[in-house]
């Protein structure tokens, strides 16, 4: 019984390393670029709620529903940095010298932005963690004996919409057709008249809606925000790209649930100290073993980076 | 010299060899996020032959370096068929991989960390720094280095050429390893102590950017990287208080003003990066200014030879 409860709970812990994973995946899929500032906008979105909720909202909102109000004006500003970042990093990419660090630009530009993002953060709220005054994290249901916390039924709810969604928006709407197209060449996608200019921003407001969602989804249900707190789930939504394969949305929704079950099945057997080791060695030996993933295709992500 | 001048050496001189450590995989085009991991293997080995068997300094920091290059060359052959954005992972999870088994190591201390009995004066790493630091000059002066510089440029003109491309490739990687662990291992005896938190992500992140944005074209880029952005955090020390004041000041606030927050050193670290990756993504020093340099001093005699 202890057993099913773990696995009920690997899921719904899993379904926010899902979120973020998603959006890795998503930027590594259609522009081969790995995103540092992904678990800074997760930081964000959390970290400006809680200020929000904290200190009150402007315009005069404050009222009984200030904490979704705070939240949602915390994935707005994730969204704006996101944008931001799309301006100075991706936009910039142009290739001068053709040689095979230059390809790294963007991601060393994200880590600039990880860097500034996470200290301006520090600065302004401080390194401590704060509590989230969401609502009662105690609100449990009782199926059969596995008790299930309302919060996270309603935010794996969430999730499966939101990727339901983004399956759609990629397979059948035109700005859909044309991020593969980007994915599949860039160059000739831009031949035949596919505005990378207009497109490329979708995918970094789709990252800052991903991450800003996963980051209030993360400060109800777990009651708690820090400067820090990207870090961690970062981390992890990285190990379940790689394990379900870089640019396959449901391979990061699969990867970011065998994640959750890895770490819950390791603090269960094992205790929580080595998590960092099995989640880490799980990344490892599929980039070593199965570099693809379970559902990746072969080309994405092998470009010169 | 005063101790606070002592530790500001040791460290750049540290920071300078780690960063040609990192700077090695870089110039044959291979991004490695896993620096940390590196210079954990050889502050840890230093640290453990010093605290448990009280060997001399030379060979513990010999044998750190040779742990971490025999690592590197053994993870090199699977990490390197991986390319891309997977090799970046590859090597970020090797750091982290490391990490993890330290701290879950108890004959390692832990997260306890361990101190180190035997301790080294800032003249140690200076002196190694500048033997590394010719090392590399010498390195990318032969042959092998021009074979990194063609690898870098165009792996598959330069195997079509006949160069060995993954020979070249895994010697960097694990001779570069081996620099990291060096580094580690002067680390370890220059602080006295080693605790597996100061080798975490973002000391991979750091060092990584310290030699792309001095440069990864020729060797001096490393050197300018490691010693601007060791250095620069000990200026605006002194400096950003300054700022602070004046701006409060000029806003009207009387009276003492607080040090400002120790975190915006690594802020202008961060904007300084976008700035770099924006206007000069190519890194602060390249080919052509050193040979632009260097053609000013000499043109009278070579002209005739050329």
Known sequence: MLLIQQFVNSIMLGS???TVAVAFTLTIGVLNFLNFTIPTLFMLAGMVGWALAHWGL??????PMTWPLALFFGICVAILASLLVERLTFRYLKTKYGDSTEHAIPLVSSLGF???LENLVRIGYGTDAQRFPGPSADLTMNIGGIFVRIPQLVSLGI???????LTWLLKRSRIGRGLRAIAENPDAANILGVDTNRVVPVVFMLTGLLCGLAGALFAVNYGEVSPQMGEDIGTKAIAGMVVGGLGSIWGAVLGGLIVGLTEMMTIHFFGADTVQVAVWGLLLLTLLLRPQGLFGHHSIGKGKL | MSGYWAGILSILAINVIFAYGIFLPVATGQLNLGGAGFQALGAYSAAYLSAMYGLPVPVTVGVGMVVAGVVGFLIAFPILRTRG???????FAFAEVVAGTILNSDTLGGAMGMSVPAFIDWEVPVI????V????FYLMSTRFGLTMRATHDDEVVTDLMGVNIRMVQVS???IGGALAGLAGGLYAHAFSFVEIQSFNALISIYVLLYVLLGGTQTAWGPLAGAAFFTLLPEFLRSFLPTVKSALAALVGIEGPVGPPDDSWRFVILGALTIAMMVFRPEGLITRTMIERLRFRRSTAGKEVTA
């Open chain 1, 159 to 165: 999730v499966v919409l939101i990727v339901v969604g």
């Open chain 2, 128 to 131: 190694v720094a500048v033997c």
């Open chain 1, 58 to 63: 402007p315009f005069g909102l404050s009222g």
């Open chain 2, 85 to 91: 954005v997977y090799l970046v992972l590859a090597t």
């Open chain 1, 114 to 116: 990880l860097l500034v």
């Open chain 1, 16 to 18: 926010v390393y899902v």
């Open chain 2, 172 to 174: 960097a990687f694990a």
């Open chain 2, 133 to 136: 630091t010719l090392f590399v």
